[in-house]
């Protein structure tokens, strides 16, 4: 199973950006799907999560409201919409997979994506 994640880059306090994981239909269709963040210095974080069966969604507190995770099954990917950015949102974001319900356990998560950069200047 290969993720592909995209979208970072450089934004300024308040703008927003979009991440995109893609991945083939195969490795798709009835995967729970999670963005997970590290930080320099930092380990690993859960941010948002969207389930197979009802795409019923959960976020890290501190990103409820700026942050939302979708799921386009036809395109097999899976986005996270960021808004309302901020410095301590600096990180590199990764997307993954796993089989079974919600988990914002980082171990639980089989596969994961390359990640992809985002840096927040204030």
């Known amino acids: 199973v290969q993720l592909q994640a995209s979208g970072g880059g450089l934004v300024q306090a308040g703008d927003s950006l979009r991440l995109s994981c893609a991945t083939s239909e195969r490795a798709f269709t009835g995967f729970g799907w999670g963005w997970f963040r590290q930080a320099p210095g930092k380990g690993r974080e859960f941010v948002a999560a969207?389930?197979?069966?009802?795409?019923?969604?959960y976020y890290k507190e501190s990103v409820k409201g700026r942050f939302f995770i979708s799921r386009d099954d036809t395109k097999t990917t899976v986005y996270l919409q960021m808004s309302s950015l901020k410095p301590e949102d600096t990180a590199v974001y990764y997307c993954?997979?796993?089989?079974?319900?919600?988990?914002?356990?980082?171990?639980?998560?089989?596969?994961w994506g390359q990640g992809t950069l985002v840096t927040v200047s204030s």
């Open positions: 993954a997979a796993r089989g079974g319900t919600y988990s914002s356990a980082v171990g639980s998560y089989a596969y």
């Open positions: 969207i389930t197979w069966r009802d795409k019923k969604t």
